[in-house]
């Protein structure tokens, strides 16, 4: 490989999971999509762990905003309003 030339990416094939059973309501939960996700592609557990994280914080967040609601603390107006992107 000549100096300024591109690395040669490789390219990775991740396998999807096959769910067997699922509701028919409410379809299939991201925790246990990650987890089918990651052992169908051991190289992957750390996405599942960040997924979690991530999942987490969003419901940290989603209920201290409630709270705030609740107690006051911001208008109810305000916490209706969709958000801005």
Do not use: H, W
């Amino acid at each position: 490989m000549a100096a300024g030339e591109p690395a040669a990416v490789k390219e990775r094939t991740v396998r999807a999971p096959v769910f067997d059973e699922v509701c028919e309501q409410t379809g299939i939960t991201l925790s246990r999509y990650m987890m089918e996700v990651a052992r169908a592609n051991p190289d992957m557990r750390d996405l599942e762990s960040l997924m979690g994280g991530i999942q987490q914080a969003c419901k940290t967040i989603a209920n201290l905003v409630d709270r705030a609601t609740i107690t006051g603390m911001v208008s109810q107006r305000l916490a209706l309003r969709p958000p801005i992107f």
